[in-house]
């Protein structure tokens, strides 16, 4: 019985990877036909990106994450405020990386089941040149967040740099000598 249950278990976490990989790649190829879409402005090109992916990302969550202890201090107001301003910031940021863009195609090598409700994605971002090595962490949501998909993409590694891992530092770097509102003000002259 218990051989069974395990089996089960494996075949349905076997099933949410296979799925889960199936519309990840199609969002890649998504973004790719944006991306080689010559007729599109760069903001309308970036805006559609943006608007493709956006399900597919926990940017709350990372907001959350990066600011570590701080955010408990945080009014709800400030917590708002800040989850925009996280999410404008990391907004930007791909749409620079998308500018570098030159006919790479995204590989997974490696699928990871951690935790039930984590899956990690180990994948190369393969150019005629180089492989760089990107690995994508997804959670699962104890409940579903409206307009988001089920596994959400809530830190990306580039080369073994966790983005997330790093604006946890920057953030917690600037806080020793200053306060969240002045980060929050760096964070808006920089949308």
Do not use: C
Not at 70 to 85: G, H, V
Not at 144 to 161: F, P, R
């Amino acid at each position: 019985m218990l051989f069974v249950a395990t089996l089960f278990a494996q075949n349905l976490a076997a099933n949410e990877q296979v799925e889960l990989k199936e519309h990840f790649l199609n969002k890649i190829n998504e973004v790719i036909l944006i991306v080689e879409d010559k007729k599109l402005s760069k903001n309308d090109r970036n805006g559609n990106i943006v608007k493709s992916l956006t399900p597919m990302f926990d940017f709350e969550l990372m907001a959350k994450l990066s600011l570590g202890n701080a955010w408990k201090e945080l009014t709800k107001e400030n917590k708002d405020r800040f989850i925009k301003l996280y999410v404008e910031r990391m907004k930007q940021s791909y749409s620079a990386k998308i500018d570098a863009y030159k006919d790479e195609k995204v590989e997974v090598k490696k699928i990871e089941q951690p935790q039930p409700n984590r899956i990690v994605f180990v994948t190369d971002l393969v150019s005629k040149e180089e492989k760089l090595e990107i690995v994508y962490k997804f959670h699962k949501p104890k409940e579903k967040i409206s307009a988001k998909d089920s596994w959400l993409v809530y830190d990306v590694e580039i080369l073994g740099v966790s983005i997330l891992k790093t604006d946890k530092a920057q953030f917690k770097e600037f806080l020793l000598t200053k306060s969240i509102t002045e980060l929050m003000d760096v964070l808006a002259k920089q949308s």
